[in-house]
């Protein structure tokens, strides 16, 4: 899933602050639940790889989530033609099934799956066997501990013919996997609308998105502001390996994000 932890410690931030409100105790909680956000980014990064060329990006998402702790979610954001092989692609779309459960203790486990699918995506030439859509499970495990929340990510998507840098150019198609590991941390000031995060992430196995290297680590810092419900934030993304782009742009390279986006 490619939400970033800046929407995670925002949500945490503005519960920290918002004002208790009245329930009726008499009155069960829904059993299904919709949450949504739309924004811009003035960058969109993937595992520290831009998508847009270090371009703004307009992004949202809607999220349905039952009592029983199934959930179905639908994210998009816009990116640059270079994402995929063909170059025809300007969006990316993910779709998202999962399961979470919190347990005594501030324990939260949450597992799923993750398809990455890119409209407008097609064929570059007759037999041309290349793809770009792929799956990914996915596990997580939380502990908060009073604001601070800390993550454990794992993200492993099986060999695929999307994930393999030479896309058949060679006349052979290999089919690569790749695993993602990532460590997060996030806290909420107490009656202040300001969260903190960090996060630390690591990818083993080449990847056509996200470059072509067999191993690199990503990083991040990052806050976050809260009113009503709009969220602003600022991150610096950087990492330890290279991407130019068609363009001769470095998109592995360090820099200073922004963003701004309202929940819904």
Known sequence: ??????????LAAAAATAPA???????????????????????????????TDGNFAVQGGITVAHQSGFYV???GSSIDDY????????????????????????VTVDVGA???????????????????????PYASVSYAIGPATAKITGNYA????????????????????????????????????????????????PSWLSGPTNEYTDWSLGATAT????????????TDTNFITPSGKDAAKGGILGSVSVAF
């Open 1 to 10: 899933m490619r939400y970033t932890m800046i929407s995670f410690v925002a």
């Open 21 to 51: 409100r009245a329930q009726d105790q008499t009155d069960p909680p829904p059993a299904v639940t919709i949450s949504g956000s739309v924004g811009v980014v003035s960058d969109y990064k993937f595992r520290g790889i831009s998508q």
């Open 73 to 75: 979610s639908v994210w």
């Open 83 to 106: 994402v995929t092989v063909h170059g025809t692609a300007h969006q990316e779309l993910d779709l998202i099934a999962g399961y979470k459960h919190a347990f005594d203790g501030g």
């Open 114 to 136: 993750l398809y990455y699918v890119y409209p407008g995506t097609r064929p570059g030439f007759a037999g041309d066997r290349s793809s770009s859509d792929f799956l990914e």
């Open 158 to 205: 099986p060999k695929q013919k999307a994930l393999a840098i030479d896309q058949g150019q060679s006349g052979l198609l290999r089919k690569q996997d790749n695993f993602y590991l990532a460590g997060d941390l996030s806290v909420a000031i107490p009656k202040t609308p300001i969260g903190l995060t960090a996060h630390l992430g690591h990818t083993w196995g």
């Open 227 to 238: 009113w009503k419900s709009l969220t602003f934030g600022v991150s610096y993304v950087d």
